[in-house]
């Protein structure tokens, strides 16, 4: 079915420290999935991004691990950083460029401690 | 480029009421699909327009409906409001391959 879920609600890490977000989906016909954060008082902003034909992809600070086996994938922040508190979503997105939609998870908050 | 722009930002309304949230997509994206997400949990999406139409449709009532205008513009409207449909409605406009979707700062719904 169409669920994209996540495993922990809430994270809290020490800043500078390494964050590591975990997110499970359950359609093994996904293809593509994004991350996105939210901060408060606003609308979830791009992230990453990553197809099924790979296994990890590398950003500015972040990383996405993608394992198809078990249906999961994570978001790793190196560095956190306090403006990197904010909830974070994995999504899947379905359908081609002029029609998608996206399947969001339910959220993970990330707490950075000074 | 002011990105995803939607009005109003905050709204209070009674339960039976109807109302008309507005979205305005990024410069040049025809596209306009709005999301439903209630506190604590993630966007659901509600539908998408393209050329007007309403291209497709999550799982929402009949009570959730909307257009698109010849500029890209988009309304979603809310009749015979629930307490239930209390939350921040999202808009996003065309998929870039670069970016992903942009969405919009959101309209915080409250009903009462």
């Known amino acids: 079915g169409e669920s994209v879920g996540l495993h922990l609600p809430t994270l809290s890490v020490q800043e500078g420290d390494n964050s590591i977000i975990n997110c499970a989906y359950s359609?093994?016909?996904?293809?593509?999935f994004i991350w996105y954060k939210q901060e408060s008082g606003k609308g979830p902003q791009f992230i990453i991004d990553?197809?099924?034909?790979?296994d990890k992809r590398q950003g500015q600070r972040v990383t996405v691990l993608l394992n198809k086996t078990v249906k999961h994938l994570s978001l790793q922040i190196a560095a956190t950083q306090p403006g990197d508190s904010a909830v974070y979503f994995c999504?899947?997105?379905?359908?081609?460029?002029?029609?998608?939609?996206?399947?969001f998870g339910s959220g993970t908050r990330l707490l950075v401690r000074p | 480029d002011a990105g995803v722009t939607q009005s109003p930002t905050h709204l209070i309304k009674t339960r039976g009421q109807q109302v008309t949230l507005r979205c305005s997509p990024k410069?040049?994206?025809?596209?306009v699909s709005w999301y439903q997400q209630a506190l604590g949990q993630g966007p659901q999406f509600i539908f998408q327009?393209?050329?007007?139409?309403?291209?497709q449709r999550g799982n929402f009532p009949d009570r959730f409906s909307g257009h698109q205008f010849p500029n890209y513009s988009s309304e979603l409207n809310v009749n015979a409001l629930l307490l239930g449909d209390s939350a921040l409605y999202l808009c996003?406009?065309?998929?870039?391959?670069?970016?992903?979707?942009?969405f919009g700062q959101g309209t915080r719904l409250t009903v009462v």
């Open positions: 996003a406009s065309s998929w870039d391959r670069e970016a992903g979707a942009f």
């Open positions: 359609n093994s016909a996904s293809d593509y």
């Open positions: 990553i197809r099924s034909n790979m």
């Open positions: 999504a899947e997105k379905t359908g081609g460029d002029s029609s998608y939609k996206l399947i």
């Open positions: 410069s040049g994206h025809d596209t």
């Open positions: 327009y393209y050329e007007e139409e309403e291209r």
